[in-house]
């Protein structure tokens, strides 16, 4: 029975990833986001059912569209099998309330993730979700309230002086050390940081501004799938 339910939470969740990464694409190619059928980004034709299946669907056209033949990021399937993994993990390891908030929150994460990386920019009020979820969460407490705001507040001048980052960035950092254990915060902005100096001298085509929202949640994913092993 665990077994059935971890397959389902595996399935649902790569589903909810699966539409997080569509709907984000569709914003940003200024597409519309409801009633519309997926297409390919290269040559806009038709995505077949099959295409759309979280995962299997990448793997069955090999990496490649079967239309075009120009290859499918291969960010889709890395985001639907590791989240969609980390998802099932968290519901199959903690009580049913705590389950809930923390894939929330991952999930809401990861749709901030890709708004940075299209727009360099953030909206607002998911992180007041997310400060919600981290407010009413089990591991809440006062003197953490109050080291995490003084970091915030120190971080927030400093990038008002030198501009070395966005307060988005800084605005994810918080709350993500308020859901989780300081420990848990400072590996994932270490991986993140690692992730992105790797991507960064491995890219083509570098910008001189990166998106660090995508970087911190990658981090994130990695430390909370390392934790169950
Ligand atoms: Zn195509």
Redesign the pocket.
């Known amino acids: 029975m665990p077994y059935i339910i971890f397959g389902i939470s595996f399935i649902y969740i790569t589903f909810f990833v699966s539409t997080i990464m569509c709907i984000s694409t569709r914003l940003a190619n200024n597409r519309p986001v409801m009633f519309a059928r997926s297409r ?6 038709r995505l077949r059912w099959w295409q759309l299946i979280p995962c299997l669907g990448w793997l069955l056209q090999l990496g490649r ?1 079967p ?4 290859p499918v990021s291969f960010t889709y399937p890395l985001a639907e099998s590791s989240v969609g993994l980390l998802g099932a993990l968290i519901i199959h390891s903690n009580p049913f309330n705590a389950a809930v908030s923390l894939v929330v929150f991952n999930l809401i994460l990861l749709a901030l993730a890709c708004q940075d990386a299209a727009h360099l920019a953030i909206s607002t009020w998911p992180i007041v979700v997310l400060l919600v979820l981290a407010l009413i969460q089990h591991q809440f407490s006062w003197s953490k309230l109050l080291m995490v705001t003084t970091m915030y507040l120190a971080s927030l001048y400093f990038i008002h002086r030198f501009q070395f980052m966005g307060n988005g960035d800084a605005d994810c950092i918080a709350v993500l050390s308020l859901m989780f254990p300081i420990q848990v915060a400072i590996a994932s902005i270490l991986f993140a940081s690692l992730i992105a100096l790797t991507h960064f001298y491995l890219s083509h085509q570098r910008s001189n501004r990166l998106p660090f929202i995508p970087y911190l949640f990658s981090g994130l994913v990695i430390v909370q799938l390392y934790a169950f092993i």
């Open positions: 390919c980004d290269q040559c806009a034709k569209c239309d075009c033949h120009q």
